[in-house]
C-alpha cells in the first residue's frame, strides 16, 4: 500500500482459545492478512471484554484457563479489505466485524500527503 491519506481499519473480535484446526484463529487471520498483501495487522490482547453470548472473558488470578479477548486490526484500502473479507468465510470464532474510516498520517518511513 502506498501511502494515502484515507484509509479503512477492519476490526476482528475473537478469544484467545478459537482455534482453526490445530493453529490460533487469530494467528490464521493475520497470515491470510500477510498473504493477501494488505498494509498492515495487528493482534491486541484484551484484559476483559464480552461480545453476543454476554458471557465475560476476563483474566482471573491464578485461573490458567483464561481466555481473553482479542481484537485484530487490520488498515488498507477500502477495496483492499473488502476483497479480503471473503477469505475469512470459513473460520468460525470471529464475533464482531467493523469498518471504521481513518486518516493514515504515516505509513512506514513514508508520510502520507495531505489533501488540499
Not at 472473558?57 to 485484530?72: E, R, T, Y
Not at 470471529?94 to 518511513?109: A, D, M, P, Q, S
Amino acid at each position: 500500500m502506498k501511502a494515502p491519506t484515507q484509509a479503512v481499519l477492519l476490526r476482528l473480535y475473537t478469544d484467545e482459545d478459537a482455534m482453526f484446526g490445530d493453529r490460533s484463529l487469530v494467528e490464521v487471520i493475520v497470515q491470510r492478512a500477510r498473504e493477501a498483501r494488505l498494509a498492515g495487522a495487528t493482534a491486541l490482547r484484551g484484559q476483559m471484554g464480552f461480545g453476543e453470548s454476554a458471557r465475560l472473558h476476563a483474566h482471573q488470578l491464578f485461573d490458567l484457563g483464561s481466555n481473553l479477548p482479542v481484537v485484530i486490526e487490520i488498515v488498507d484500502e477500502e477495496a483492499s479489505l473488502r476483497a479480503f473479507l471473503p477469505t475469512l468465510n470459513d473460520l468460525r470464532g470471529i464475533g464482531l466485524v467493523t469498518f471504521e474510516k481513518v486518516e493514515v498520517l504515516r505509513y512506514g518511513g513514508h508520510h502520507a500527503e495531505p489533501h488540499a
